[in-house]
């Protein structure tokens, strides 16, 4: 049976909103992973058949698939061409998703996927609106259809909206929030200070580590924000961070791997993508990681460590609730809540941490979910070599 390896993983710090990435035009930031990747594997990067790149609000520069001009920009091969995707906030696992089917399918032996996002400069769905207001589109995508009202009403369609759900359907209080958020900081510090991160981060420019994890939050603190919904209980606390960051792996086939010398550090075990109600929006992980279990014959207790993104707190904890896993085992390292959510490179981002903290505890198997727009949820099983 064909197999898809993942020979090199790579990331740049995620710059906090306004920090020190800020200023960096998105395709940089890509290109700059990209250059790292081919240094760190030593592959001939004209063997490169395709770039796959996940970004959201591909406009301005984020516009013009920006996988091709990320590439160009990194100064590699012009006859290398990319493509550029948006499965929302699971893009850039999608496009591992497609990078590992290609190889696996046997119609290719070399791929890049990756994925970059500059929030500071365009923040989330701004622009989509800037570019739709002109034409006289003020709503959101969903108004005006009438199949869409006729299946959900009119029911507000946005991640707080949802999140607030998830919290009341599982019975999570705010404080089972602000303690899972102040772990989520504690762990990525701690992550930080031991150097846990050190092999797979790129540093840019001064940039050198993680900006978002806090220091000095308590649950005081965050018990003095104000909910973003009225009589809800979602704060920016318990919130995924605005994030700008880049991250990037070569997937390779075993005759790749032969013909260049190339040394596999994972193998993709198992991957598929899963939908739900997209009302709720940010469940899917739970009903995803299930079909992902049954379709492998596996069990949790087979899995060592999982990464699942913390867009807020509540989607990891009723995740947690629904399957019983582990918490320990469970974004051993900190989460979006601290590390940051740089939307079209986070689900790189998330596997290239794992793969790192795969082979720095030993252990064999990871998952990896996340929950995206419309209700969806990808899952990527990989296994160390």
């Known amino acids: ?106 119609t290719q032996d070399l791929v890049v996927a990756g994925g970059t996002q500059n929030m500071s400069q365009i923040p989330i769905a701004f622009a989509s609106r800037q570019a739709a207001e002109p034409l006289g589109f003020t709503e959101g995508p969903y108004a005006g259809s009438e199949g869409w009202r006729a299946r959900y009403g009119d029911a507000p369609v946005n991640q707080f909206h949802g999140a607030q759900l998830i919290a009341e359907k599982w019975g999570i209080s705010r404080l089972d929030m602000e ?11 701690r992550a930080i200070d031991e150097g846990r991160f050190a092999r797979e981060l790129v540093p840019y420019g001064d940039v050198t580590t993680d900006e978002g994890p806090r220091r000095d939050t308590t649950l005081a603190k965050m018990a003095g924000l104000k909910p973003v919904l009225e009589n809800g209980t979602i704060t920016a606390a318990c919130s995924s961070q605005v994030s700008d960051g880049a991250a990037a792996m070569l997937i390779a086939s075993e005759r790749a791997v032969a013909e260049h010398g190339l040394t596999p550090r994972a193998r993709i075990h198992h991957l598929s993508v ?20 049954k379709k492998t014959g596996m069990s949790l207790a087979d899995i060592d460590l999982v990464e699942i993104n913390e867009a807020f707190a509540p989607v990891v904890l009723a995740w947690l609730k629904a399957t019983g896993a582990d918490p320990d085992r469970v974004n051993v390292n900190g989460g979006a809540i601290a590390l940051g959510h740089p939307l079209g490179a986070t689900g790189v981002k998330l596997m290239t941490t794992l793969l790192h903290e795969l082979e720095r505890t030993g252990g064999r198997f990871g998952l990896q979910t996340m929950c995206e727009g419309g209700g969806q949820a990808n899952v990527t099983i990989i296994e160390r070599l």
């Not at 899963?274 to 079909?291: C, K």
């Open 274 to 293: 899963r939908g739900e109600d997209p009302i709720r929006m940010l469940s899917a992980p739970i009903p995803a990681t299930a079909y992902a279990l």
């Open 1 to 106: 049976m064909a197999e898809a390896y993942i020979v090199e993983a790579v990331r740049t710090p995620v710059g906090r909103r306004r920090g020190g990435l800020a200023a960096v035009h998105p395709a940089d930031l890509g290109a700059h992973v990209l250059k790292a990747l081919v240094a760190r594997s030593g592959v001939d990067p004209s063997a490169v058949e395709d770039v796959v790149f996940g970004c959201l609000d591909t406009v301005g520069p984020q516009a013009g698939d920006i996988a091709r001009t990320a590439w160009l920009a990194a100064g590699l091969p012009e006859e290398v061409p990319g493509v550029t995707i948006d499965r929302q906030c699971g893009s850039s696992q999608q496009a591992v998703h497609f990078a590992a089917q290609g190889v696996l399918s046997g």
């Open 179 to 189: 303690e899972f958020a102040l772990r989520s900081h504690q762990r990525a510090l």
